[in-house]
C-alpha cells in the first residue's frame, strides 16, 4: 500500500542533542512538508520542498534542518538550536505544490524531552 | 500568523448537525481545505474549495464565501466516531497554513 511512514513514533531527547525524525512516502509525490503541532494551536510549518535538492523554509526554520536527497526521503533533525521541541510532528506530501492538491499526512512522531 | 480563526470546541448530540465556521485574510487566497484529526492521529482530507459556493460530499459539506474570507463545514447526521479534531487551512502560494483546529464532541 502507499503511503508516508514517519518513525520512530516517540522520541527523547536530550539536552544539547540533535534528533533525526524520518519521513518516507513510495506515493511518487514531488513535495514533502514537516509541520509542528503543539496542544491549543494549529499546524505550523517549518520546512518544504517541492522537489529533490531543494527546500525552502517554513514560517518556525529556526532551530531545524533538513534535507531532500531523494524523492522518497525527507529528513527533519531538530538541533540543540531548538529550545522548545517538545511537540508533535507531522511529515506530509503532495502530488505537486499546486494549488488543489490535498496534503497527505504520516503518523506523526512525539518528540519529548528528557 | 495567518490569522485563520475558528471555534476552540463545539458539542452536540447524536443525529444533530453541527456547523464549524473558519474566517482568514484574504490575501493570495488559493483554495480553502478543511481536514479531520482523531487525537494522535494524522490529519485525513475532508474538502476542498476554491470557488465559491457549497460542495457535498455525503454528510459532510463544505461552503465558501472568497469575498468574505469565511467557510464553514457542516457535518449531518452526527456519529460518535464524528469526535474529533476539525481543521481549516488555507493555501497561499506553496504553502498550506492551518487554524488551530475545532474539537467536536458528539454525545449520546
Known amino acids: 500500500d502507499g503511503g508516508i511512514t514517519q518513525s520512530p513514533k516517540y522520541l527523547f531527547r536530550k539536552e544539547g542533542q540533535n534528533v533525526t525524525l524520518s519521513c518516507e512516502q513510495n506515493?511518487?509525490?514531488?513535495?514533502m512538508y514537516w509541520y509542528r503541532q503543539d496542544p491549543g494551536q494549529g499546524l505550523r510549518l517549518i520546512y518544504y520542498?517541492?522537489?529533490?535538492?531543494?527546500?525552502q523554509k517554513g514560517d518556525i526554520a529556526e532551530g531545524y534542518s533538513v534535507s531532500r536527497e531523494k524523492k522518497e526521503s525527507f529528513p527533519l533533525t531538530v538541533t540543540s538550536a531548538q529550545k522548545n521541541p517538545t511537540a508533535f510532528y507531522l511529515c506530509?506530501?503532495?502530488?505537486?505544490?499546486?494549488?488543489?492538491?490535498?496534503?497527505?499526512f504520516g503518523s506523526g512522531t512525539q518528540l519529548s524531552v528528557l | 500568523g495567518q490569522n485563520i480563526d475558528q471555534p476552540t470546541e463545539m458539542t452536540a448530540t447524536e443525529g444533530a448537525i453541527v456547523q464549524i465556521n473558519c474566517t482568514y485574510q484574504?490575501?493570495?487566497?488559493?483554495?480553502l481545505f478543511w481536514y479531520q484529526q482523531h487525537a494522535g492521529e494524522a490529519p485525513t482530507f475532508l474538502s476542498y474549495?476554491?470557488?465559491?459556493g457549497l460542495e457535498e460530499k455525503g454528510r459532510f459539506s463544505s461552503f465558501l464565501s472568497r469575498s468574505k474570507g469565511y467557510s464553514y463545514l457542516l457535518l449531518k447526521e452526527l456519529q460518535m466516531k464524528d469526535s474529533a479534531s476539525y481543521l481549516c487551512?488555507?493555501?497561499?502560494?506553496?504553502?498550506?497554513?492551518f487554524g488551530a483546529g475545532t474539537t467536536v464532541t458528539v454525545r449520546a
Open positions: 506530509a506530501s503532495s502530488i505537486l505544490a499546486a494549488e488543489g492538491e490535498k496534503l497527505f
Open positions: 506515493l511518487n509525490h514531488d513535495a
Open positions: 520542498s517541492q522537489i529533490v535538492n531543494d527546500f
Open positions: 484574504t490575501s493570495g487566497f488559493n483554495g
Open positions: 474549495n476554491v470557488l465559491d
Open positions: 487551512a488555507v493555501r497561499r502560494d506553496y504553502k498550506l497554513s
